[in-house]
DNA sequence: TCTGGGGTCCTAGGACCC
DNA sequence: TCTGGGGTCCTAGGACCC
């Protein structure tokens, strides 16, 4: 297709408006929840993750009193002190984080029937159905803002806007507990002064691209002609184009369509030194017995198998090797890792800093299935 | 800056087939 | 033999997100 068809194509299908997309974000999620059992922590800056005594790992969340100095997640532990020398660690309490994500998911269901959680402190709604315009989804994500402080204590940001991508970019421009609508002949105005590292999947590399070419905020490359826009950053540069000029770039009949799981994975980084490959092959063993317990949770079976591994220096490989038919025993992933880690067998086991096991092109099995693999499992 | 862990998606090259 | 083109699958690496 050329491009000149591409660009009619997309402005004869995709200009149309009709749907009414309410994003929700919790504002600094497991770090909310740590003030709330600890009201002491209120105020202070805080972070979850990392270990506090060794001073190793990363940022995990941060209240926002410690985003001032500078801190985000993902930040090494030992960065953020040198920030803010007396900022609060806590190790954080998975469990809990996750009862309180659940408890408020159900709140959220009240809403509207479609609806898409997209992570512990994250969903979409489709109000599309629910109200008549954004006047009404405004007033129902008030009173949804109140019900989610009102039952777990916790504040949220939202963005009402035309599609998933503008929903998100709309909440995440009013932090903490915000509340922005985008209608859909406000977009352009309302991206245009917006950095443009705020649309997902910009980041810091795109980000040196698009500046680069003197492209910093939205506006800056909504104003570019489109062509221009392909050819300087190519198939994704003409998609953040259409984004940016308010063209709904989302298939709607696909929006909330449960997304099948591509693949189960575990990584450990070592952050004791183990000595022996056997001491090694003791943490890859118990990875893979959890991966394939996952799996068999999810009643499903794997065709590819990834090992990881990572140096002291930073230098990371992935060898990954495809089976000709879909498995599900640990057996057969212990042998394949085997197989691959032989590869790095000249090196010391001292200088290894993490080892990954990853299974993917995964399937569902129904039962059929399942008694043919367990029977060529047994004969193999 | 001494850098976690669970994911998804994209690109690019090579093998192989017709 | 000096050499096309389309399609698909596989692998390795990397960007990015939460």
């Known amino acids: 297709m050329t491009l000149a068809n591409q660009i009619v194509y997309f402005s004869e299908r995709e200009q149309t408006f009709d749907s009414i997309i309410l994003y929700m974000d919790l504002d600094a999620f497991f770090a909310s929840v740590e003030i709330r059992e600890n009201p002491e922590l209120e105020g202070l800056p805080l972070v979850v993750g990392g270990n506090p005594k060794t001073k190793q790992g990363v940022v995990s969340t941060c209240s926002y009193e410690a985003r001032k100095f500078g801190i985000h997640s993902g930040m090494p532990i030992n960065q953020a002190l040198k920030l803010c020398p007396h900022l609060t660690m806590v190790r954080g309490s998975f469990k809990l984080y996750g009862e309180v994500s659940k408890s408020i998911m159900k709140i959220l269901e009240y809403y509207s029937p479609t609806m898409k959680v997209a992570g512990n402190d994250e969903a979409y709604l ?70 443009i590292t705020i649309i997902p999947g910009v980041g810091r590399k795109s980000f040196e691209v698009f500046s680069k070419e003197n492209v910093e905020l939205c506006g800056d490359l909504a104003k570019l002609p489109h062509q221009l826009a392909y050819q300087k950053f190519g198939k994704y540069g003409l998609k953040t184009w259409k984004l940016v000029n308010g063209y709904n770039t989302e298939n709607t009949g696909e929006k909330f369509v449960r997304h099948e799981r591509k693949s189960i994975s575990e990584e450990r980084t070592f952050f004791e030194k183990y000595n022996s490959w056997e001491e090694i092959w003791i943490r890859i063993d118990s990875s893979i017995d959890a991966i394939v317990t996952r799996l068999t949770v999810k009643k499903m079976s794997f065709r590819t198998i990834t090992l990881k591994i990572r140096f002291k220096n930073f230098e990371t490989y ?27 067998e000249g090196k010391k086991p001292e200088d290894i800093r993490l080892i990954g096991v990853k299974i993917s092109n995964l399937m569902k099995i129904d039962d059929n299935q399942k008694t043919l693999t367990q029977f060529f499992n047994n004969i193999g």
């Not at 992935?318 to 890792?337: E, G, M, Q, W």
């Open 318 to 344: 992935t060898r990954a090797h495809s089976l000709t038919s879909y498995n599900t025993s640990p057996k057969h992933v212990r042998v394949v890792v085997m197989k691959l880690l032989e590869e790095f």
């Open 126 to 195: 489709d109000l599309t159905d629910v109200v008549a315009d954004y006047e009404e989804a405004k007033r129902l994500a008030t009173e949804l803002k109140d019900d989610v402080y009102a039952s777990e204590e916790i504040t949220c940001s939202i963005g009402i806007a035309p599609n998933r991508i503008l929903a998100k970019i709309a909440s995440d421009s009013d932090k903490p507990d915000g509340l922005v609508v985008v209608k859909p002949l406000e977009i352009s105005e309302f991206l245009a002064p917006l950095n």
